[in-house]
């Protein structure tokens, strides 16, 4: 069984600080995706990463894949009250093979 | 922009009762899923459907459960005789392919939210 531990778990923060939540595992993934999902809604792609060490910014997000493919982190930097949401990574194991998700980090940014 | 799009959005059911949840993939993507999300819980894997065929399953996915695509555009998840457990939201997904970072990549429905009373 693939498990993927995402920490912390809730996350409270004021607008303009910086953050990282983490994924962890102890398999290996060929890629891993982070979605944000907002309550009630389904789970919104943000970023894929496929290759260990692989850095992706989306604005002010950066995703960054660990060397040995285990591993993810998110970093939000100078977070708004937008950024407010359930964070959740997922990862496949090889190609063909359905999503592992965590069980999310739910920030909560305060004005 | 395509999307994964589920129907009905809401829907209560009496135990014991047969429900089917309906989604339409985005169009050129050829591998789709059920997923569920237990209030509160994090996002389980059901099914996964390629050619035609189931091509994996989880635990959670035992005889009381069904796909189909019967038309070429709609996905349809059944439950024969629901249970109070099974109130859940439940989401179908689709995949263009593989290979390709953009063709591993999947994207979700809006979800439909089943309460069995």
């Known amino acids: 069984t693939q498990l993927l531990e995402q920490s912390p778990q809730f996350l409270s923060i004021q607008e303009g600080e910086n953050l990282t939540v983490y994924c962890n595992s102890s398999s290996v993934f060929s890629s891993l995706q982070w979605y944000r999902q907002e309550p009630g809604e389904g789970p919104v792609l943000l970023v894929t990463?496929?290759?260990?060490?692989e850095v992706k910014k989306l604005k002010r997000l950066t995703f960054q894949f660990g060397d040995a493919r285990k591993d993810s982190s998110l970093h939000i930097t100078a977070a708004q009250t937008g950024d407010t949401g359930l964070y959740l990574c997922?990862?496949?194991?090889?190609?063909?093979?359905?999503?592992?998700f965590g069980k999310g980090t739910r920030l909560s940014v305060i004005a | 922009e395509p999307e994964v799009t589920q129907t009905p959005s809401h829907q209560v059911t009496q135990m014991g009762q047969e429900v089917i949840l309906r989604c339409v993939p985005i169009s050129n993507h050829l591998y789709f899923y059920w997923y569920r999300q237990i209030l509160g819980q994090k996002v389980e894997f059901l099914v996964s459907f390629y050619n035609n065929e189931i091509s994996e399953k989880s635990e959670i996915f035992d005889d009381q459960f069904s796909v189909e695509r019967p038309d070429g555009s709609n996905f349809t998840l059944k439950i024969r005789s629901t249970k109070l457990e099974d109130s859940a939201m439940y989401f179908c997904?689709?995949?263009?392919?593989?290979?390709?970072?953009?063709?591993?990549?999947?994207?979700f429905g809006q979800g439909t939210r089943l309460t069995v009373v």
């Open positions: 997922a990862g496949a194991r090889s190609g063909n093979t359905p999503l592992v």
């Open positions: 997904a689709s995949r263009r392919g593989f290979g390709l970072v953009m063709n591993t990549e999947a994207f």
């Open positions: 990463v496929v290759t260990g060490g």
